[in-house]
Every structure is written in structure tokens, then in C-alpha cells.
């Protein structure tokens, strides 16, 4: 397993504690510092690179939107998860945490709990997002079986190994075309050398079993489509688009595609 190193920057000690004994929690996550002001965190960051930065803006010496430029400008080769918080709900803040390079903000109080969970989500999207940029077709089949397999469709089921295939040509040559489905049936099944109405059928199976194993994922990527027949078209393209929004680094937008 891939462990993180976290610096934690806030001029709270108590607030540094409790968050620190949180994270140490988790095996994924190791605090490797803390700070009080900007002006160590700086020096801390230069000298150790930590891989995830949760960070206070309000703070003494310099404040978390300096140390943030910091990270991004001044240090080559170098690009933490930064997790923005603060105490302050003013205009200047939230304008400022609107446009500042940071993968996350929330306001405080927020519960570590809150915390560990996003970092959670923020690291698994950095991570899917750098398998879709890639060019192997191998890392971005096993993306996809595993997301299949997150969302409830049986592996071991040749019918999810042809969802797979149909959802990796439906991503690189249907969903920004005006090509019909039926077109894509056919290609898979050329490549599969099966029929197209297997492909189809398999499809369709591989859809029946993931509504029945009603995953956490499932509820959470189809809940706007939740009143909805889900056909084999609508599940390519809502599939298609939370692929494309993890993939883009822009999974919490991924709400907004469907308002």
C-alpha cells in the first residue's frame, strides 16, 4: 500500500492534535509535520515534500494562500494534494479560496473524520485521473473492470468482461460522436468474434446484476437517474461521464453534468 505524508499547517495546536491522531488512523496516511505560522511550513515543505498539505489560511507570518503559491510556484516537480480550511466565512475568503490552486476547502468546524474521508476521494481521483492520461490500454481496462467491480458487477462473468470492452470502445469512439450504439455492438462483437446481439444481451445482464448488488458507488454515481428505467445507453452515458470527470481531475463537478 502507497502511504502519504502529511504536513498539517494551523496556528491551533489542540486542533493540529486531534487531526494528527485521526489521520495517524488510517494506514494510508503518515503526519510527517506540523506547523504553527506559514513561515516554518515553508521550510518544512521545501525540505520534506510532503505528499498531502492541509492547510489553515488565517495564520501568523504568512498566510495559507502564501504558502499555498509557494508550493505551486517556487518548488519544481512538485504537486501535494493541498487541502484548504479555515475559520473565516468572509466575502475575501471564499473569493480568494475560489480562485486559489487547492484541491479541497471546507469552513470550520469541520470533523476530521470529514477531512480523512475527502482526502480519501481526492487521492483515488488523482489516481484514476493519471491511469486515463496515460497511453496504456492495459491500466485503463483494469481502471475500468475495477470500477465495475466497485459498482457491483460480478468479475469473474463473461458478461462483465464484455461490458468492460463496450464501455472502453463507447469511451474512445461513441460518446462525443453521433455514432448510434448499435454501431458499437457491432465493433466490440468483431473484435470479441461473438454477435452483436450477445454483446448487447451481456450488457444488458452485467446492468441487472450492478442495480441488484445496489453498491454505495452505484447509489452515488446513478442518483439522479434513480426514477429512471436504466437502459444500456443510459448507463454508457452516465458511466462516460463520471469516467470523463475523474479523468479531468473534475469529479465534484461531476453533479453539475446532470442539472
Given at each position: 500500500m502507497i502511504r502519504y505524508n502529511v504536513l498539517i499547517i494551523d496556528d491551533e495546536a489542540d486542533w493540529r492534535r486531534l487531526l494528527s491522531k485521526r489521520l495517524s488512523e488510517e494506514n494510508m496516511f503518515i503526519v510527517t509535520g506540523e506547523a504553527g505560522d506559514g513561515s516554518d511550513a515553508i521550510h518544512f515543505i521545501?525540505?520534506?515534500?510532503?505528499?498531502?498539505?492541509?492547510?489553515?489560511?488565517v495564520m501568523p507570518k504568512l498566510s495559507g494562500k502564501e504558502v499555498v503559491q509557494y508550493a505551486r510556484e517556487k518548488i519544481d516537480d512538485y504537486d501535494p494534494v493541498i487541502y484548504a480550511?479555515?475559520?473565516?466565512?468572509t466575502i475575501d475568503i471564499r473569493s480568494s479560496l475560489g480562485i486559489m490552486d487547492i484541491d479541497c476547502y471546507n469552513l470550520k468546524p469541520v470533523e476530521p473524520d470529514f477531512i480523512v474521508n475527502n482526502l480519501k476521494k481526492i487521492i483515488e481521483q488523482r489516481e484514476m485521473s493519471s491511469i486515463f492520461l496515460s497511453d496504456s490500454q492495459d491500466?485503463?481496462?483494469?481502471?475500468?473492470?475495477?470500477?465495475l467491480r466497485r459498482i457491483g458487477a460480478p468479475i469473474h462473468l463473461g458478461s462483465t468482461f464484455q461490458t468492460c470492452k463496450v464501455m472502453m470502445a463507447y469511451l474512445e469512439n461513441y460518446m462525443d460522436t453521433s455514432n448510434k450504439i448499435r454501431d458499437l455492438y457491432v465493433e466490440v462483437a468483431r473484435t470479441l468474434n461473438v454477435t452483436s446481439a450477445s454483446v448487447e444481451r451481456n450488457l444488458r445482464s452485467t446492468i441487472?446484476?450492478?442495480q441488484a448488488n445496489n453498491t454505495k458507488l452505484f447509489e452515488e454515481i446513478f442518483r439522479h437517474e434513480s426514477d429512471k428505467k436504466i437502459t444500456n445507453m443510459m448507463f454508457l452515458r452516465v458511466m462516460g461521464l463520471y469516467i470523463a470527470s475523474v479523468s479531468e481531475g473534475r469529479v465534484n463537478s461531476f453533479d453539475k453534468l446532470f442539472v
Open positions: 521545501e525540505d520534506t515534500r510532503p505528499d498531502v498539505i492541509i492547510v489553515d489560511i480550511i479555515t475559520g473565516y466565512n491500466k485503463k481496462e483494469k481502471f475500468v473492470m475495477d470500477l441487472k446484476n450492478i
